[in-house]
């Protein structure tokens, strides 16, 4: 059946799209191309989806906090594995 589907000589219905998502836990979006980015993580997935609701100053804002908070983890990752080579 999913071979008729990669085929495109058929369509699966939303209930199956559902079921082939959940199988390969990806949010159905993914599988019709709606969305190009994979988000796994499930409360990071609802956790975007809050952040796509605000207003963009706010968004901006948050992202901003995010990027500092990634720039001092990737920096200490970074100065870990140089203490240890």
């Known amino acids: 059946m999913i071979s008729r589907y990669e085929r495109d000589e058929m369509t ?3 209930e ?3 079921k082939i998502a959940d199988a390969l836990d990806v949010p159905p979006d993914y599988l019709i191309g709606s969305s190009s ?6 409360k990071m ?3 975007l989806e809050l952040l796509d ?3 963009q100053k706010e968004r901006e804002r948050i992202l901003h906090v995010i ?4 720039r001092d983890a990737q920096l200490s990752h970074t100065q870990q594995k140089l203490a240890h080579s």
């Not at 980015?37 to 499930?42: N, R, T, W």
């Not at 990027?67 to 990634?70: G, K, M, N, R, V």
Request: proline share 5%; no cysteine.
């Open 45 to 47: 997935a609802y956790r």
């Open 53 to 55: 609701k605000l207003e």
């Open 67 to 70: 990027d500092a908070l990634l």
């Open 16 to 18: 199956m799209a559902k």
């Open 12 to 14: 699966p219905s939303v």
């Open 37 to 42: 980015v994979l988000v796994k993580d499930k």
